[in-house]
T-cell receptor
Framework: EAAVTQSPRNKVAVTGGKVTLSCNQTNNHNNMYWYRQDTGHGLRLIHY???????EKGDIPDGYKASRPSQENFSLILELATPSQTSVYFC????????????FGPGTRLLVL | GDSVTQTEGPVTVSESESLIINCTYS????????LFWYVRYPGEGLQLLLK?????QKGSSRGFEATYNKETTSFHLQKASVQESDSAVYYC???????????FGTGTTVSVSP
């Protein structure tokens, strides 16, 4: 069964600290995505990747970096975390051969104090 | 631009009542987008509820139905008789094909009371 996992599930960080959110997928999908979800907003795209070694900016990339070292793994990095980055982050995988269907991880709840 | 607008929540319904969540879309970069409903149950990630990729077709899953209406650019989600286990956040989404990221509505929180 297709699976996307995220770690950590919950994270408390301090302002100015570095945070790394990890995502792993066993779907063998080429594409992976990072979204954040805030009250009153739909899921908003931060970064995405079309395969190992590639990262692309999404709609709200400021303050975030991404890394795709392998087909299975996609990380989101907050070099200098700010309270405005407090949110729930979702990772997803998908590919163009599946009519845009994406498979999501369980989410990471991040609190930046 | 491309966007999705859906019923603002929260929506509260009683068990066995009917539910409809409205969703309309704007797709300027593609004539026939793929349309999705995702659901997020408490404590879980988003799950695909149903999808329709052909205008005029209906998708169904777990008692929910949605019809892809190209004329009204709508994709409303309906269920005739809800259960308490349907309490969740429902997201309408637009796919622009080619593996690009989905465009989501803001989500509708549904609470079903016993």
């Amino acid at each position: 069964e297709a699976a996307v996992t995220q770690s950590p599930r919950n994270k408390v960080a301090v302002t100015g600290g570095k945070v790394t959110l990890s995502c792993n997928q066993t779907n063998n999908h080429n594409n992976m995505y990072w979204y954040r979800q805030d009250t009153g907003h739909g899921l908003r795209l931060i970064h995405y990747s079309y395969g190992a070694g590639s990262t692309e900016k999404g709609d709200i990339p400021d303050g975030y970096k991404a890394s795709r070292p392998s087909q299975e793994n996609f990380s989101l990095i907050l070099e200098l975390a700010t309270p405005s980055q407090t949110s729930v982050y979702f990772c997803a995988s998908g590919d163009r051969f599946n009519q845009d269907t994406q498979y999501f991880g369980p989410g990471t709840r991040l609190l930046v104090l | 631009g491309d966007s999705v607008t859906q019923t603002e929540g929260p929506v509260t319904v009683s068990e066995s009542e009917s539910l409809i969540i409205n969703c309309t879309y704007s797709a300027t970069s593609i004539a026939y987008p793929n349309l999705f409903w995702y659901v997020r149950y408490p404590g879980e990630g988003l799950q695909l509820l149903l999808k329709v990729i052909t205008a005029g077709q209906k998708g169904s899953s777990r008692g929910f139905e949605a019809t892809y209406n190209k004329e009204t650019t709508s994709f409303h989600l309906q269920k005739a008789s809800v259960q308490e286990s349907d309490s969740a956040v429902y997201y309408c989404a637009l796919g622009l094909q080619g593996g690009r990221a989905l465009i989501f509505g803001t989500g509708t929180t549904v609470s079903v009371s016993p």
